[in-house]
Each structure stands twice: as C-alpha cells, then as structure tokens.
C-alpha cells in the first residue's frame, strides 16, 4: 500500500519562505522508475501540478513558480523537497505529493495517498 507523508506547510506572509518535504513508501514497483511531484488545489478551482521530476531526472515547473520554487529528489530515500520563495498569496493551497510510475512531467494522479499539507500565504 502506497503512503505519502507529507511535511512543511503553514502560514506566512507574503515574500517569506517555505519547504515542503514529502517522503513516499510502499511502492509497487522500482522505486528508481517513478516520477515524483507536487499537486496544488486551492479552494474553488482546479487542481494543478506545480513541479516534478522524472524518473530519469528531468524538472518541470509551473510557470507561475518558476524562480520561486525549487524541487530536489533523493531517490535512495524516496524523499522529494520543494523549496519556496517569495510565496505571495495565489500560493496558498493544499499541496499534494505524488509519484507516478514511468511517467512523463507534468502529471495529476488519479488518486492521492496522503493527506497534502496546507500552505496558506497572507498578503
């Protein structure tokens, strides 16, 4: 059974910083094949994929991030880390990690395996 733990969120202010940590178990296949990433979804509109990597190590970033966030990945620990800066208000969401085995940048799961962790920017 996959589990996804999630870390990092909170409340700040605009222009401050956070990291967001994750660390996924429980997969079904080679861990060193999945594509890792972070999912957002503020109240009242669609989910979005805001940054992920690639099982063979390509990053992608929503272009409202990009400058702002950066994503790492440990794959021996199956952790992923999403550094980011300058938050401003339109950041403020449930943040979702998630891996997708053998899959392309960027992805939306079908389902999510843990509980996301609420990052909330005020102005």
């Known amino acids: 059974q996959e589990q996804v733990a999630e870390f990092g969120g909170g409340l700040v202010q605009a222009g401050e910083s956070l990291t967001l940590s994750c660390t996924i178990s429980?997969?079904?296949?080679?861990?060193?094949?999945?594509?890792m990433g972070w999912i957002r979804q503020a109240p009242g509109k669609e989910r979005e994929a805001i940054s992920c990597?690639?099982?063979?190590?390509?990053?992608w970033y929503l272009n409202s991030v990009k400058g702002r966030f950066t994503l790492s990945r440990d794959k021996a620990r199956n952790t992923l880390t999403l550094q980011m800066n300058n938050l401003q208000p339109e950041d403020t969401a449930m943040y979702y990690c998630a891996a997708l085995y053998f899959s392309s940048c960027p992805f939306l799961p079908n389902e999510y395996w843990g509980r996301g962790t609420q990052v909330t920017v005020s102005s």
């Open positions: 429980g997969l079904r296949q080679a861990s060193d094949r999945y594509s």
């Open positions: 990597v690639t099982w063979i190590g390509d990053t």
